[in-house]
């Protein structure tokens, strides 16, 4: 973990000033740090029986993929709205300003799927607990919830359902 921590890039005043980005694209480009992501999250999830991995667009399409991959599972994009090509299921949710909107496909998911829910960084919990919700409306057996970093300080999780299972790889 240790090394995987050393690539983070953290980049001030990124997107607004008094941010600090956590920037994992230092962490992908890296051929080691990669592979130990990929690894290390589908450890947390190898006895699951995970049949589905949802990323959330856009940073949480690279990790889900390679996670999806690894637990031979499949991989199911959460879109800003506008992006699904098919009939989608969406859900509005409220940001510092004014509110957002996630997509998935409505046949993306079934009652028999058990799925991980995947973002880069768990930073308010908002977009995680709007694509929990809509993910939960399609009644899948089980949704675990899963981050590469968590940036406690901002307490997301207490934004995220009391009975999910979070998994985050590196906590700050
Ligand atoms: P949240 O506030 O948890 O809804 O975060 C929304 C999205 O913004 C997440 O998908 C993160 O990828 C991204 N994000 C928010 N804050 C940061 C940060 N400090 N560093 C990197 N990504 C962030």
């Known amino acids: 973990m240790e090394y995987i921590k050393s690539r983070v890039r953290d980049v001030y005043d990124f997107p607004a000033k008094g941010?600090?980005?956590?920037?994992?694209?230092?962490?992908?480009?890296?051929?080691?740090?990669?592979?130990?992501?990929?690894?290390?999250?589908?450890?947390?999830?190898?006895?699951?029986?995970?049949?589905?991995?949802?990323?959330?667009e856009s940073r949480g399409f690279i990790g889900g993929s390679i996670l999806a991959f690894e637990l031979g599972a499949g991989f199911v994009p959460a879109r800003k709205p506008g992006k699904l090509p098919a009939d989608t299921i969406r859900m509005e949710y409220a940001k510092e300003y004014g509110t957002d909107v996630i997509e998935i496909h409505r046949d993306a998911i079934g009652p028999d799927d058990i799925v991980v829910l995947h973002d880069d960084v768990l930073a308010t919990g908002g977009t995680m607990a709007a694509a929990y919700k809509l993910v939960k409306s399609l009644n899948p057996k089980k949704i675990y919830i899963n981050f590469i970093i968590e940036l406690s300080a901002l307490g997301g999780r207490a934004a995220l359902p009391e009975d999910a299972e979070v998994s985050s790889l590196i906590v700050y």
Do not use: C, E, M, N
Request: glycine share 8%; charged share 25%; aromatic share 10%.
């Open 19 to 56: 941010v600090v980005f956590k920037d994992l694209t230092t962490v992908f480009k890296d051929p080691r740090a990669l592979h130990i992501i990929g690894w290390d999250l589908s450890q947390l999830y190898r006895d699951k029986g995970v049949t589905k991995v949802v990323g959330i």
